[in-house]
């Protein structure tokens, strides 16, 4: 395993900040990795501190009295230069549960109200994201959505749209257009299960 030497933190942003790692590797190579992390300082890099605590939530809700559509948004992103469909995401405050994130970060995003299931820990543990890039970890929180969808409370620099999409429209997005992975699996399943939770139940 490789052994860490030294971290040099090369950034000092709110959101995102960039890491170098010294160190050698199992043969006794020596090696320079960078990594992009939630994290303000180094002990709190999940390599430092062992621990996994989610910096960040996904939410995937089903919409409609009969649950036949997903919420998506279609968001500009910069790193692509153009729109991705993904579920409604963001970031889990300090001291926040993170169920309580996704209810706000859904609101903020669509304007719509969600109500969280249970899913247990299998389902909502959180998960790695691009672990050859990031530290940075996000729950999955399943659940229904009610409401009018909104974009009046988007944060100035957000380029959303609201998508309430349905079986067929889900399958044209995963045809034609540019889909977060995360969200393509799961609406993988919305298409190939009669009750698209089922997965879920089936452990509970």
Same mark, same amino acid.
């Given at each position: 395993m490789a052994q860490i030497r030294e971290i040099i933190?090369?950034?000092?942003?709110? @959101?995102?900040?960039? @890491?170098?790692?010294?160190? #050698?590797?199992?043969?006794?190579?020596? @090696?320079?990795? @960078?990594?992009?992390?939630?994290?303000?300082?180094?002990?709190?890099?999940?390599?430092?501190?062992?621990?996994?605590?989610?910096?960040?939530?996904? /939410?995937?809700?089903?919409?409609?009295?009969?649950k036949e559509?997903?919420?998506?948004?279609?968001q500009y992103r910069i790193p692509l230069g153009g729109y991705i469909y993904e579920f409604p995401a963001g970031l889990v405050e300090k001291? +926040?549960?993170?169920? +309580?994130?996704?209810?706000?970060? /859904?609101?903020?995003? #669509?304007?719509?109200? /969600?109500?969280?299931?249970?899913?247990?820990? /299998?389902y909502e543990a959180p998960r790695f994201t691009t672990a050859g890039l990031t530290d940075e970890s996000c729950c999955m929180v399943y659940g229904y959505a009610e409401g009018e969808p909104s974009r009046q409370f988007l944060e100035e620099g957000e380029e959303i749209q609201i998508i309430l999409a349905d079986r067929d429209e889900v399958r044209r997005i995963l045809r034609e257009e540019r889909v977060a992975l995360m969200c393509a699996y799961q609406l993988m399943h919305f298409l190939a299960d009669e009750e698209p939770f089922g997965f879920i139940e089936q452990e509970s």
């Open positions: 933190r090369q950034t000092q942003n709110k @959101f995102l900040n960039m @890491f170098e790692f010294k160190g #050698t590797n199992k043969v006794g190579h020596e @090696f320079r990795y @960078f990594v992009a992390s939630r994290a303000a300082k180094e002990e709190d890099l999940k390599a430092v501190s062992g621990e996994n605590h989610p910096d960040g939530v996904i /939410m995937y809700a089903l919409y409609g009295e009969k559509r997903v919420v998506l948004i279609r001291g +926040e549960d993170f169920r +309580e994130a996704a209810v706000r970060e /859904m609101h903020e995003e #669509t304007g719509l109200r /969600m109500t969280p299931i249970e899913a247990g820990t /299998m």
